[in-house]
T-cell receptor, first 119, second 113 residues
Framework: EAGVAQSPRYKIIEKRQSVAFWCNPI?????LYWYQQILGQGPKLLIQ????????DSQLPKDRFSAERLKGVDSTLKIQPAKLEDSAVYLC?????????????????FGEGSRLTVL | LAKTTQPISMDSYEGQEVNITCSHN???????ITWYQQFPSQGPRFIIQ???TKVTNEVASLFIPADRKSSTLSLPRVSLSDTAVYYC??????????????FGAGTRLAVHP
């Protein structure tokens, strides 16, 4: 079974430029997450989708970050304009979620991440 | 959402058993406890999940006391390859069947020869 795919793996840009990251979740996983992980810290949830609807985007800096999940499959995270503090690894994860009746663990499957460096 | 507290770092030696304790004093009735492992340059990976008492799988054991205000991840006979960051998460499966998990800072485990 293919895992969560992310691209690009690495990106270097200058501040005020824009960047986009792409994520293809595991087939059949309804929920998709974008996390930001700054060096030395735990992942921080930016946005969570259930199919193509947003469940939680309370920590997404909406003045510069945007994300979409058209058709409820692939997702794109965009940053425009980038700031120095946006340098981080952007992790995408997907989960099958827990079925009615309590089946499953809702385990998150993560991609390898996209490392962004803003100069 | 319940906040978790873990030791920032731990050291161990190959072959020893490692126990990492996580405090979650404000855990709610519907919350589950989940542990993830993260190696450098990789995304976190699910290790184990529990609600109460003890859960064991091929990788680890999870001990949860009756009051559920803490949990302990036990790694038997660690090897160098167990050097990683371990995250304790507490969260519920909210309406619609989907969960919402918040990562803390994690525990950096270093296993020495």
């Amino acid at each position: 079974e293919a895992g969560v795919a992310q691209s690009p793996r690495y990106k270097i840009i200058e501040k005020r430029q824009s960047v986009a990251f792409w994520c293809n979740p595991i087939s059949g996983h309804a929920t998709l997450y974008w996390y930001q992980q700054i060096l030395g810290q735990g992942p921080k949830l930016l946005i969570q989708f259930q199919n193509n609807g947003v469940v939680d985007d309370s920590q997404l800096p909406k003045d510069r970050f945007s994300a979409e999940r058209l058709k409820g499959v692939d997702s794109t995270l965009k940053i425009q304009p980038a700031k120095l503090e946006d340098s981080a690894v952007y992790l995408c994860a997907s989960s099958l979620d827990r079925l009615a009746g309590g089946q499953g663990t809702g385990e998150l499957f993560f991609g390898e991440g996209s490392r962004l460096t803003v100069l | 959402l319940a906040k978790t507290t873990q030791p920032i770092s731990m050291d161990s030696y190959e072959g020893q058993e490692v126990n990492i304790t996580c405090s979650h004093n404000n855990i709610a009735t519907n919350d589950y406890i989940t542990w993830y492992q993260q190696f450098p340059s990789q995304g976190p990976r699910f290790i184990i999940q529990g609600y109460k008492t003890k859960v064991t799988n091929e990788v680890a054991s999870l001990f949860i006391p009756a009051d559920r205000k803490s949990s302990t991840l036990s790694l038997p006979r660690v090897s160098l390859s167990d050097t990683a960051v371990y995250y304790c998460l507490v969260g519920a499966f909210i309406s619609g069947g989907y969960n919402k998990l918040i990562f803390g800072a994690g525990t950096r485990l270093a296993v020495h020869p």
